[in-house]
């Protein structure tokens, strides 16, 4: 079996290009960077990997993905090799794109981007109705334990 799910930030916009031919198709090609469990030395490390998505889910990258976008992709390892101009044999690893998410909101995304902070999530902001927060989730207020019924 060969599935790989990644999770990572993109390291820069996506580059889309269309196939020649009657039937054009999308290809977009980003990179991935993706933290590594274990810290060497005491600082994080990760590795960079490039996805290719085709058709679709190429198109929806183009129009959605930024560089700096937390994404989770699923998809297959592909391996291939070509001569390059010197004539020297290079060879690629990629992961064909099956599924592409987002994830993190909007919010959150803005706020990395904008360096409003390193790794930590954003602080909740009050809404207009007082009850959401920046990660998406309802802020619980204090005491409502005891209003409820099957406590």
């Known amino acids: 079996m060969n599935k ?6 993109l390291t820069r916009d996506p580059e889309v290009r ?15 960077a993706v933290d590594r469990r274990f810290k060497r ?3 994080a490390t990760a590795d960079f990997i490039g996805c290719v998505a085709f058709g679709r889910s190429a198109e929806f990258a183009e129009k959605y993905f930024r ?11 592909q ?23 987002f994830a993190e ?15 930590q ?5 009050p809404t207009a109705g007082g009850s ?9 207020p204090d005491g409502i334990d005891e209003d409820l019924p099957f406590n």
């Open 18 to 32: 269309y196939s020649a031919g009657d039937n054009s198709m999308a290809i977009a090609r980003y990179t991935l």
């Open 105 to 119: 909101s909007k919010a959150a995304s803005d706020n990395y981007r904008g360096g409003n902070f390193g790794g």
């Open 4 to 9: 790989v799910i990644l999770m990572g930030r």
């Open 67 to 77: 560089q700096g976008l937390k994404v989770v992709v699923s998809g297959r390892i």
């Open 79 to 101: 391996t291939g090799s070509y001569t390059n101009r010197d004539g020297q044999k290079v060879y690629t690893t990629d992961v064909v794109v099956e599924d592409q998410e």
């Open 132 to 140: 959401g927060s920046a990660d998406g989730f309802m802020n619980i």
């Open 121 to 125: 999530a954003a602080p909740s902001a």
């Open 41 to 43: 030395d005491g600082e």
